[in-house]
């Protein structure tokens, strides 16, 4: 059963609360253990991950959902056994909130791919509690998914890099992003601009924003990118054919021009999906897979280690996000901004 403590969120109760309808209530939180924080939640960015469980696109979602899972807030509260941090410490919790810390994956840096994985909101703890995001003023998470926010950055330049940043810098990371690199970014919305910035950062050679028309071209070089490459030119993949090394794809669509995304390597080169259509992609073909020896893959997240590192590299680096804030209380409206795409490139709640 839930702790009879109350925190007060922006509860989503059906599929139309995407629509704005978010309201605003007390919650119990899972019951209180020795290895948890209680934080009070100063950011909170909006991803789009939070669109697609408020209206059940990924599959039935278990309502009453608290979403939000780019949270920084300071410790209120701290567990017997939490031993690295302290009341008022300012941490991060990205979209992961826990996992058995013992198999196979934990111990190899693979804590995401866990097979009790705990994700940050509509899921469940294995005493059956729930848990729940950080549109709210208050948040309880395992102090073991917790990561202190480095000085140098601002909670609301940290707060979106908790899941939109480490997405694609994990991938990025594993796939050789670095020095003589050339580098494609599918997407420039609130991943894709993290992709461009933390490409760069890992000292690619070269990066091009891949989008069906210019229209952010001006956007993706002052990311850093080369330039745009718009997929709607006609003959757009042969002029980009054996061009690229890494191509990390943020497309939420499912109409995506995937055959030729995957005429545009290098011999050897890494396509890594991180977006997630709510339908199926078209049908792919097996030509430049085998004939160019393309690499065609998934990335979930990142690992803690990871995440650290990446927090680290933002501060020494000055990466960035792009960010607007809204009060949290304006939450409904944002969330209909957010559905009309006018994020550039990330929203922020703040309380």
Same mark, same amino acid.
């Given at each position: 059963?839930?702790?009879?403590?109350?925190?007060?969120? *922006?509860?989503? $109760?059906?599929?139309?609360?995407?629509?704005?309808?978010?309201?605003? !209530?007390?919650?119990?939180?899972?019951?209180?253990?020795?290895?948890?924080?209680?934080?009070? #939640?100063?950011?909170?960015?909006?991803?789009?991950?939070?669109?697609?469980?408020?209206?059940?696109?990924?599959?039935?979602?278990?309502?009453?959902? #608290? /979403?939000?899972?780019?949270?920084?807030?300071?410790?209120?509260?701290?567990?017997?056994?939490?031993?690295?941090?302290?009341?008022?410490?300012?941490?991060?919790?990205?979209?992961?909130?826990?996992?058995?810390?013992?198999? @196979?994956?934990?111990?190899?840096?693979?804590?995401? $791919?866990?097979?009790?994985? /705990?994700?940050?909101?509509?899921?469940?703890?294995?005493?059956?509690?729930?848990? @729940?995001?950080?549109?709210?003023?208050?948040?309880? *998470?395992?102090?073991?998914?917790?990561?202190?926010?480095?000085?140098?950055?601002?909670?609301?330049?940290?707060?979106?890099?908790?899941?939109?940043?480490?997405?694609? @810098?994990?991938?990025?990371?594993?796939?050789?992003?670095?020095?003589?690199?050339?580098?494609?970014?599918?997407?420039?919305?609130?991943?894709?601009?993290?992709?461009? %910035?933390?490409?760069?950062?890992?000292?690619?050679?070269? /990066? @091009?924003?891949?989008?069906?028309?210019?229209?952010?071209?001006?956007?993706?070089?002052?990311?850093?990118?080369?330039?745009?490459?718009?997929?709607?030119?006609?003959?757009?993949?042969?002029?980009?054919?054996?061009?690229?090394?890494?191509?990390?794809?943020?497309?939420?669509?499912?109409?995506?021009?995937?055959?030729? *995304? %995957?005429? #545009?390597?290098?011999?050897?080169?890494?396509?890594?999906?991180?977006? %997630?259509?709510?339908?199926?992609?078209?049908?792919?073909?097996?030509?430049?897979?085998?004939?160019?020896?393309?690499? %065609?893959?998934?990335?979930?997240?990142?690992?803690?280690?990871? #995440? !650290?590192?990446?927090?680290?590299?933002?501060?020494?680096?000055?990466?960035?996000?792009?960010?607007?804030?809204?009060?949290?209380?304006?939450?409904?409206?944002?969330?209909?901004?957010?559905?009309?795409?006018?994020?550039? $490139?990330?929203?922020?709640?703040?309380?």
């Amino acid at each position: 059963m839930p702790s009879t403590d109350s925190f007060t969120g *922006y509860i989503g $109760y059906d599929p139309d609360s995407v629509n704005g309808n978010l309201v605003k !209530a007390t919650f119990n939180p899972k019951v209180f253990t020795d290895d948890d924080v209680d934080l009070k #939640i100063s950011h909170c960015g909006m991803c789009a991950s939070d669109l697609h469980t408020l209206r059940s696109g990924w599959g039935a979602t278990p309502y009453p959902v #608290i /979403v939000g899972h780019e949270i920084v807030g300071t410790i209120t509260k701290k567990g017997k056994n939490v031993t690295q941090f302290e009341i008022g410490d300012r941490v991060g919790v990205g979209a992961q909130t826990l996992s058995c810390l013992e198999c @196979y994956d934990c111990t190899h840096d693979n804590e995401q $791919y866990c097979a009790k994985c /705990v994700f940050t909101y509509s899921s469940t703890f294995e005493n059956g509690d729930t848990s @729940y995001g950080g549109y709210a003023l208050e948040g309880r *998470y395992p102090a073991a998914f917790c990561f202190k926010i480095p000085e140098e950055l601002p909670s609301e330049i940290a707060a979106p890099m908790m899941c939109g940043g480490i997405t694609v @810098y994990s991938p990025l990371k594993r796939n050789g992003c670095g020095p003589g690199k050339t580098v494609g970014v599918v997407g420039l919305g609130g991943l894709g601009h993290f992709a461009i %910035l933390f490409a760069k950062a890992l000292g690619a050679e070269k /990066v @091009y924003a891949i989008s069906r028309s210019e229209a952010k071209g001006a956007d993706a070089k002052a990311l850093g990118a080369e330039d745009i490459i718009a997929t709607q030119t006609p003959g757009w993949s042969k002029k980009w054919a054996r061009t690229f090394d890494l191509v990390i794809s943020t497309a939420n669509n499912a109409d995506m021009p995937l055959n030729e *995304y %995957l005429s #545009i390597f290098k011999p050897g080169g890494r396509f890594v999906q991180v977006g %997630l259509p709510e339908s199926p992609v078209p049908q792919l073909t097996f030509g430049s897979l085998i004939n160019q020896n393309v690499h %065609l893959m998934g990335s979930l997240l990142g690992s803690r280690a990871e #995440i !650290a590192e990446m927090l680290e590299l933002s501060a020494k680096t000055g990466v960035k996000s792009w960010v607007t804030c809204y009060p949290m209380e304006q939450v409904n409206d944002v969330l209909k901004l957010m559905d009309a795409n006018k994020a550039k $490139y990330r929203f922020v709640l703040t309380n």
